[in-house]
């Protein structure tokens, strides 16, 4: 048997930079830095980085031609004008406790939320994955969200609907950055869980679980709140999700182009 070329417990991860411990304690390497510790090893390489900045001039140009479409022609049309009837409905059917309860839902994907959870992300994920990669693609995930969506609500003045704002917020309303961003974190925490072999079943589901019902519980907060067109909160999943695929191609996703050695009799 040749063991020179040996390679064990590949998982589905991408593997093009560094070194990850199974649970069945092997080992899988990346045959172009196999001694470096993971510490070292950078997520992105300078390709990767001209990657994120075309996907943002890309998404970007996207959101502000759709903005300027539902600005110029959604709103004054009787679809529009049905989707603000909605937000009528919904502030029709306000009361003190619902009020509370969309309050507590909006503050899942605040800000200040996100920091927290990020920064204690950090060290759990570095001490169960022994790389930079699952951090750096939820991270770097938001920060693609906020240069998008930032951009484009500063530059697309959609008015919030017309009925009374219960939360503040500095842009406009296209496109909804909260619902964005829990997509981002929720869905992209679950994907992390979802393709790591060292989580059981139980935890996978629950983790799917998460990532479809806080989404939901932000998007109807939101849209309680008056903050947000149904269009908004629409405009926010999209580019959420558009966001995560272009991470997981870049950190997640398995390297067909590596090919693993297998174990050969000699």
Known sequence: ?????????????????????PPDGDTTYAANEPDRPFWKVAPLHR????????????????????????????????????????NRWLEDRRTDDLTHLAELGTALSNTETKIALGLMLLPLMLWMFRRWHEWTFIVFGLFLEVAVFGTTAKIIARDRPPVEQLD??????????????????????AIVIWCNPRFNRVSRIGAVCVAIVVPAVVITSRLYLGMHYLT?????????????????????????????AVPSEA
């Open 168 to 189: 503040g917020a500095p842009t406009n309303s296209w496109p909804s950055g909260h619902i964005a961003a829990a997509v981002v974190f929720y869905v992209g925490l």
């Open 1 to 21: 048997m040749n063991d020179d070329t040996k390679v064990h417990g590949a998982q589905p991860m991408n593997t093009r930079y560094t070194a990850t411990d």
């Open 232 to 260: 908004d909160a629409l405009g926010g999943v999209v580019l959420g999700l558009t966001v995560l695929a272009i991470m997981w191609h870049l950190l997640l996703k398995p390297d067909e182009s590596q090919e693993l």
């Open 47 to 86: 390709r990767d980085y001209g990657v994120l900045a075309l996907a943002y001039l890309v998404l970007t140009s996207i959101y502000l031609a759709v903005g300027w479409m539902i600005v110029s022609w959604w709103e004054s049309s009787p679809l529009g004008e049905a989707e603000a009837d909605a």
